[in-house]
């Protein structure tokens, strides 16, 4: 739903603005409900789905290499709406890998945590540390409690945290930064309303 809202609103704007947005997804029904629902809204040509896991890089960069792809150019932004858990690592990850923008709202902290890379960074080999963000994990999802949004806070930090020096550690030396921080939405619309979000900028050359 907010893949086709993006692209539908992009679309009003095609004489000045060329946009195109790929939908990833491991589940072959979905993908294909959305892309019929893209095609009822005239947004076939706007839009792509691929049936692709986050996680494989190489196969992720081989598909976003193929010509019907490149001709839609570069990536420049990654979104998601409440990626579950350890999903909105993986987002933020990936988009750290292609060099994008990100906007990435958060929810459910303690789902998919085989793909919580950068809370993982982020304990290092420490078990203490691993226990400790679980009990802020289980505070973030505890909904209306006292501590709930300090918790989603916490944990949203650390992730940003942990995404600015991976992105400092492979691209300072490029003459750019990774300006990242946190918003929120509405809280009618989701107690979980926080959102990560990233721009890749460039560092200002001294003179």
Same mark, same amino acid.
């Given at each position: 739903?907010?893949?086709?809202?993006?692209?539908?609103?992009?679309?009003?704007?095609?004489?000045?603005?060329?946009?195109?947005?790929?939908?990833?997804?491991?589940?072959?029904?979905?993908?294909?409900?959305?892309?019929?629902?893209?095609?009822?809204?005239?947004?076939?040509?706007?839009?792509?789905?691929?049936?692709?896991?986050?996680? +494989? =890089?190489?196969?992720? @960069?081989?598909? *976003?290499?193929?010509?019907?792809? /490149?001709?839609? $150019?570069?990536?420049? #932004?990654?979104?998601?709406?409440?990626?579950?858990?350890?999903?909105?690592?993986?987002?933020?990850?990936?988009?750290?890998?292609?060099?994008?923008?990100?906007?990435?709202?958060?929810?459910?902290?303690?789902?998919?945590?085989?793909?919580?890379?950068?809370?993982?960074?982020?304990?290092?080999?420490?078990?203490?540390?691993?226990?400790?963000? +679980? =009990?802020?994990?289980? @505070?973030?999802? *505890?909904?209306?409690?006292?501590? /709930?949004?300090? $918790?989603?806070?916490? #944990?949203?930090?650390?992730?940003?945290?942990?995404?600015?020096?991976?992105?400092?550690?492979?691209?300072?030396?490029?003459?750019?930064?990774?300006?990242?921080?946190?918003?929120?939405?509405?809280?009618?619309?989701?107690?979980?309303?926080?959102?990560?979000?990233?721009?890749?900028?460039?560092?200002?050359?001294?003179?």
């Amino acid at each position: 739903d907010l893949a086709i809202a993006v692209a539908a609103y992009f679309a009003q704007f095609s004489t000045t603005i060329q946009s195109h947005v790929t939908v990833l997804d491991v589940n072959k029904t979905s993908l294909l409900d959305a892309e019929k629902r893209a095609a009822a809204a005239s947004l076939s040509n706007n839009m792509s789905f691929l049936y692709q896991d986050i996680t +494989d =890089r190489e196969q992720l @960069l081989q598909k *976003l290499s193929r010509p019907q792809e /490149q001709q839609h $150019g570069r990536v420049n #932004l990654v979104f998601g709406l409440h990626c579950c858990g350890g999903l909105a690592e993986a987002a933020v990850d990936v988009a750290l890998f292609l060099g994008a923008n990100f906007s990435i709202s958060t929810c459910c902290f303690r789902s998919h945590q085989h793909l919580a890379v950068l809370s993982r960074i982020a304990d290092g080999s420490h078990a203490a540390n691993a226990n400790d963000r +679980d =009990r802020v994990a289980s @505070l973030a999802v *505890l909904l209306k409690s006292e501590g /709930q949004h300090r $918790g989603i806070r916490v #944990l949203n930090a650390m992730r940003l945290a942990v995404a600015r020096q991976k992105w400092s550690a492979s691209n300072d030396d490029e003459g750019r930064e990774l300006k990242a921080w946190q918003e929120t939405f509405p809280i009618q619309y989701s107690v979980q309303n926080r959102i990560m979000n990233g721009v890749v900028q460039i560092v200002p050359t001294r003179t």
